[in-house]
């Protein structure tokens, strides 16, 4: 247990920020898992890049926060847009280069 009085105010922090954290990483997950499931379902490929776009804004918004790294919410982005883009765009070439 905390001893000093400023050891006490951090074990108050520290539990605040751990919730906060909490409920970013499960909108995270939640948004990730729609993703994932709009692309093997296949059907309509806009619905598929909606739930996407809602996740790679989830995953730089969780990065921004400090909640998951830069490089890990980049990692992840880059693997959902791979994924994405093997299901649509087999059939149509190469993605247009920017």
């Not at 922090?13 to 994932?36: I, M, P, V």
């Not at 992840?76 to 149509?92: G, N």
């Amino acid at each position: 247990m905390a001893n000093t009085k400023t050891a006490k105010k951090q074990l108050l922090n520290t539990k605040r920020n751990h919730l906060r954290n909490q409920r970013y990483k499960t909108t995270l997950k939640n948004a990730l898992k729609t993703a994932r499931a709009a692309i093997v379902a296949g059907g309509d490929p806009g619905a598929a890049q909606e739930a996407v776009n809602s996740a790679v804004k989830t995953l730089y918004r969780s990065a921004s926060k400090g909640v998951i790294k830069r490089q890990n919410a980049s990692r992840r982005v880059s693997r959902i847009m791979l994924a994405y883009d093997r299901k649509f765009r087999a059939d149509k070439g190469p993605a247009p280069s920017a």
